[in-house]
């Protein structure tokens, strides 16, 4: 049995990004729309008017004050609110591959290493674009890489099962190392139109190598000490949409075909359920909460993230203790707490004990127990 590190990071951030004031507007302009064109609807009661959105209405629910995206006017214009994004031909790299190869790049050039070293590739994300063949095994074709690759959905909490999954496979010597990367494109799957969720998501694309600890040369790593997951079937976070749409015409179009939750219910169970996972987590590696110097949480409410880490402190956390990154990023599903990681690593010293832990739709949470080299 191997030691494992993760000695390398990488981060993909599309180039336009959206202000809540500009969806807001957007939005807002598609509600009087629909007011006007539905007004006689309305007044007989046949129709519910649509309630506008404010920024300061998102920001006090999600924390959210912006989001990148991989294609902004799709996405503000009121006759359409949904992202462009032209098919490729098949000859082309998808955008998937595209966006994970970026995020690959920049965590081999930290972690020191090639195409040559990677023995395998993991694509975990919530949304893939396609049944198959597999983006892992597009990307490692992008990347030059030998081996094998696979793709595995978890939705948010993707990362943290697909790092199990990769440290696996290097603990046990079917490879040296493994390269997971998590690219999302959330904005493809959110309903734009509807007021309790349009402002959610953003687009991003992470990367993590995952290796032997005693081939391992980098200046970034970390020790994977252990990981934990769970999950719990519950239908309050949904996505329909799939192949068999076609075979249900009546299904076609409908809301639930496209990103659904119950968000307060949503709260209310998994803010106890990760907290109690990581209290539990820690306590079977006897690492006291209190020893933990980093929560790398999944970002995808302030709220959250906040009840979330009192619960475990006994306390509010400080702003080092649990970063952020969700208020200029929004929720981009299994990369959030990926994208906190890779930004929020390299100011711990030698032995800090971090907890990265993600959180979704399942319900599904994974932790995985970090400690600086």
Known sequence: MHKVVISGTGLYTPPFSISNDELVESFNTYVRHYNDQHAEAIAKGELHALSESSSGFIEKASGIKSRFVVDKQGILDPQRMVPRIPERSNDDWGILCEMAVHAARQALQRAGRSAADIDG???????????????AIEVQAALGIQGFGFDMNVACSSATFGLQAAANAVQLGQARAILMVNPEI???????????????????????I???????????????????????????IRNN????????????????KLF????????????????????????????????????WLHQANLNMNLLITRKLLGRDAEAHEAPVILDTYANT???????????????????SIGVLSSFGAGYSIGSVILRKR
């Not at 949409?241 to 639930?256: C, H, P, S, V």
């Open 333 to 351: 599903s299994s990369a959030g707490s990926v994208i906190a990681f890779h930004k929020h690593q390299d100011d711990l010293p030698a032995g």
């Open 121 to 135: 590739v993991i694509v975990a994300c919530s949304n893939l674009q396609r049944a198959y063949p597999a983006v």
């Open 260 to 295: 659904v939750q119950e968000g307060r219910k949503v709260f209310k169970d998994v803010c106890p359920m990760v907290a109690e996972l990581i209290g539990e987590h820690l306590a079977q590696n006897d690492i006291p909460v209190g020893d933990v110097k980093r929560f």
């Open 186 to 208: 959330c904005t493809g799957h959110l309903n734009f139109r509807d007021r309790d969720s349009h402002f959610i998501f953003g687009d991003a694309a992470t990367a993590v």
């Open 210 to 236: 995952v290796e032997r600890a005693d081939q391992a040369t980098s200046s970034y790593q970390f020790d994977i000490v252990s990981s934990k997951l769970l999950t719990q079937f519950s239908n309050n």
């Open 241 to 256: 949409f799939g192949f068999l749409n076609r075979a249900a015409e009546e299904g076609i179009g409908q809301r639930d």
